[in-house]
């Protein structure tokens, strides 16, 4: 039996599955036809030079990047720098730096 794919929208973080970039993290920017997403995480896959993935081979987080989604329906287009923000509060909130002591242990203030 053939598999489903809930193909990713575009400003969805996804975890490569497969691949060279096996194991990042990267924003979808951009769809092609129901089986292909373009990826970019503003630093060795940048805006301009996406990775062109099948949505098979990506693992949705279930997180969008919010402030990435904003510059784009209010700019028309989004930087490297908005999805290296967005991809960075991902990985921190995941990675539950951010104590409940109002985010100080991260500034390092005891």
């Known amino acids: 039996m053939a598999r489903v794919y809930r193909a990713p929208e575009i400003g969805d973080i996804v975890e490569v599955r497969q691949g060279r970039e096996a194991g990042r ?11 292909w997403i373009w990826l ?11 990775k062109k ?13 919010v402030e990435a989604l904003e510059r784009l329906h209010t700019m028309g287009k989004v930087t490297d720098a908005d999805l290296r ?25 005891d």
């Open 25 to 35: 993290f990267m924003v979808v920017i951009g769809r092609f036809e129901d089986r």
């Open 40 to 50: 970019a995480d503003g630093e060795s896959r940048t805006v301009e030079r996406p």
């Open 53 to 65: 993935k099948n949505v098979c081979h990506v693992r949705s987080t279930g997180k969008r990047a």
């Open 85 to 109: 923000y967005c991809l960075r509060k991902f990985l921190r909130e995941r990675s539950g730096s951010t104590k409940q002591d109002g985010g100080n242990a991260e500034r390092g203030v």
